[in-house]
C-alpha cells in the first residue's frame, strides 16, 4: 500500500506500524527515515521567525487560502492509496478539505483517513484505525496496549505524591495561549491540577493577568512547533512580562521548557513520552529525569 501522511504524529504511527510512507509532510522528522520521504506539501509561514511574526503570517496566510498548500504534482506522481490527514487544528497541519480537494482536482483514486485528536483515547484509536486502513491491525492492538501499559504506571506513580500541584502549559508565547487538548488529560494523570483549560478544549490565548492571578506552582513552556533552542530564543516573551518574577513556580524554580515540536503538541505514540516527562516536571522525586535535548528546568540554561 501507498500511504501519504501529511502530519507528523501520523507519519510516526505508520512507521511505528511497520509501514514506510511514500511521501510526508514537509514537518515529517521523525523517525529521521522520514526526512528522506518526498514533501507532499509546504508551508506559507517562516517557521524561524518569532512567536509574534509567525501569529501575524498565520493570521494572513489563513485569510489567504490556508497556511498550507498541497505539492499536486508531487502527490499525483506519488500515486497514493491512502492520504492521512487532520482536523485538529489548520495551523498544525494540512486541512481534510484541502486534501479533499486536492485529491479531486487530481482525479486520485486514493482514501483519505482524518484523525482529529483531542484525547489519549483519540490517540488510540488513531493508532487502531491506521492500523485497520493498513492491514497492520494486530500490530495496531499492540502499539495501543504498549502505551496504555506505560500510562497506567504514571498514573499509579503519581498516585504516591503527598501533594497535587496547580500546573499551567503555554504552547505559545506571543500571544499567551494556554495549551489545550490532551494536555489537562495528561497533566492530571501525572499527578497535577490543571485549571486553566478543560480536557479536550482547544487552545486558545489568554491574557498575561490570568496566568499572574492563577500563580501555577508549576510551569511548562512548550510553544508548538518550537525546538528547544527556538523556545530558548523567544523566552522574553515570557520572562520580560510583568509579574514574572513574583510568580510562584519562578520563585520556587519550578519552570520547564519543554520541546513543543516532537513531544507535547505532536499528537502520536511520544505523546506518553510526554506524559512521563510531565510527570517530572511535576514530581521530580517519583520520576525519571528526561533527556536534556527534550527537557530543561529554566534554571538550567541560565547557569
Do not use: K
Request: glycine content about 6%; hydrophobic content about 40%.
Amino acid at each position: 500500500m501507498r500511504v501519504v501522511t501529511l502530519l507528523p504524529s501520523a507519519t510516526e504511527i505508520v512507521y511505528a506500524l511497520g509501514v514506510e510512507p511514500v511521501g510526508v509532510s514537509h514537518e515529517c522528522d521523525y523517525p529521521p527515515a522520514a526526512s528522506e520521504r518526498p514533501s507532499v506539501n509546504r508551508s506559507r509561514v517562516d517557521p524561524t521567525a518569532d512567536s509574534a511574526e509567525i501569529n501575524e503570517q498565520v493570521a494572513t496566510a489563513e485569510d489567504d487560502g490556508g497556511v498550507y498548500a498541497i505539492e499536486r504534482e508531487t502527490l499525483a506522481r506519488l500515486e497514493p492509496d491512502l492520504i492521512v490527514t487532520q482536523g485538529v487544528c489548520d495551523v498544525c497541519a494540512v486541512d481534510r478539505v484541502v486534501v479533499e480537494d486536492a485529491v479531486a482536482d487530481l482525479g486520485l483514486d486514493a482514501e483519505v483517513l482524518t484523525l482529529d485528536v483531542h484525547s489519549l483515547a483519540d490517540l488510540y484509536e488513531s493508532i487502531q484505525r491506521i492500523g485497520d486502513a493498513t492491514g497492520r491491525h494486530e500490530r495496531a492492538a499492540d502499539l495501543v496496549d504498549t502505551l496504555q501499559a506505560r500510562v497506567g504506571a504514571v498514573e499509579s506513580t503519581a498516585a504516591d505524591a503527598e501533594h497535587t500541584p496547580s500546573v499551567a502549559v503555554l504552547d505559545w508565547t506571543d500571544p499567551v495561549m494556554v495549551a489545550g487538548h490532551w494536555v489537562p488529560e495528561m497533566v492530571e494523570i501525572a499527578g497535577g491540577r490543571y485549571q486553566l483549560e478543560d480536557a479536550g478544549a482547544h487552545s486558545r490565548p489568554r491574557e498575561w493577568a490570568e496566568i499572574r492571578e492563577y500563580d501555577p506552582d508549576v510551569l511548562v513552556v512548550s510553544p508548538c512547533g518550537f525546538d528547544l533552542a527556538q523556545i530558548r530564543e523567544n523566552l522574553g516573551d515570557v520572562t520580560d512580562r510583568p509579574g514574572w518574577q513574583d510568580l510562584t513556580a519562578v520563585v520556587d524554580d519550578r519552570v520547564v521548557l519543554v520541546d513543543g515540536h516532537h513531544y507535547v503538541n505532536r499528537s502520536g505514540p511520544r505523546l506518553v513520552d510526554t506524559l512521563e516527562y510531565l510527570g517530572w516536571a511535576i514530581h521530580p522525586d517519583l520520576f525519571e529525569r528526561p533527556p536534556t535535548d527534550a527537557v530543561q528546568p529554566l534554571s538550567a540554561i541560565r547557569q
